[in-house]
């Protein structure tokens, strides 16, 4: 369960996506474990990555970070970090002064590029130099960065795939870069695309689409949630209905894969 932000966590919201999922049909098979209780695993590999030389001090706020990049004409380069405070940069901190006020904790990338295959979306290449630079673990206000934490929670709990929308394409060369760091095994990715209006912008609570709850609340039932979802693929016939248990069973890894490349395709 990522609930690392604390001061955003709603309450009782972990609570409601299990509900949600039990409901659903989609059950885990032990324990459900929190990033927020994980603070001490996040510790040590922090300190690893520090003491192998891979991590940095920042006091750069985001507006000295705008003004930095910003061109004389007025236009802002703002999807790279300048390297202001890189050991080799124009303002390090001095590590011995980093533990007398608040301090980012960066990952010092490299120029070489990472590239890696998504099983949904093909050969995806990456300069972590170009964008977006040295990148964040652990924040101001001492919370590990989900980059890292996502990490390390994949090499402990032997994570093979991950499975996540296509909207978080953006951080899979920065947890390359620190599963390398680490010598750990990389798993494979899969970046699905996300459901979208009439209008082909991504559905989004806060601009008023409908969530799991409320479809339950209306009278849905999980068969039809589920044949809904499914049709929306082109697995399913429309209007079909089937239990998440019974759509996995006649579902190839093959199939839902050129299943969800169709559906990128189609955007």
Same mark, same amino acid.
């Given at each position: 369960?990522? !609930? ?8 009782? %919201?972990?609570?409601? *996506?299990?509900?949600?999922? $039990?409901? @659903? /049909? ?73 533990? !007398? ?8 990338? %490299?120029?070489?590029? *990472?590239?890696?295959?998504? $099983?949904? @979306? /093909? ?73 979208? !209006? ?20 209306? /009278? ?48």
């Amino acid at each position: 369960m990522d !609930d690392l932000d604390a001061p955003r966590n709603r309450p009782d %919201s972990a609570e409601q *996506i299990l509900d949600d999922l $039990e409901w @659903l /049909g989609l059950d885990h098979d032990d324990e459900v474990i929190y990033q927020s209780q994980r603070s001490e695993v996040y510790e040590k590999v922090f300190d690893q990555l520090r003491r192998a030389g891979h991590l940095f001090p920042c006091r750069c706020s985001r507006k000295d970070i705008q003004q930095a990049l910003s061109h004389p004409d007025g236009n802002a380069d703002t999807t790279r970090y300048p390297g202001t405070c890189r050991p080799d940069g124009p303002n390090p901190v001095d590590l011995e002064s980093a533990a !007398d006020f608040p301090v980012a904790w960066r990952f010092q990338v %490299s120029g070489d590029l *990472i590239s890696f295959e998504d $099983e949904v @979306l /093909g050969r995806q290449t990456n300069n972590l130099s170009m964008h977006p630079g040295d990148f964040v673990v652990r924040r101001k206000d001492e919370i590990f960065a989900y980059q890292l934490a996502s990490v390390v929670d994949d090499m402990q709990l032997g994570v093979t795939d991950v499975l996540r929308g296509a909207d978080l394409l953006d951080s899979t060369a920065r947890q390359i870069a620190l599963f390398n760091a680490l010598n750990a095994k990389v798993p494979r990715f899969w970046h699905v695309p996300l459901m979208a !209006d009439a209008s082909g912008e991504k559905l989004s609570k806060r601009d008023g689409s409908m969530s799991l709850r409320e479809w339950r609340i209306q /009278g849905d039932t999980p068969s039809i949630v589920v044949g809904k979802l499914a049709a929306s693929l082109g697995l399913v016939p429309a209007d079909e209905t089937l239990s998440a248990q019974q759509l996995r069973d006649r579902l190839t890894p093959d199939q839902f894969k050129q299943s969800l490349k169709r559906a990128r395709d189609a955007r």
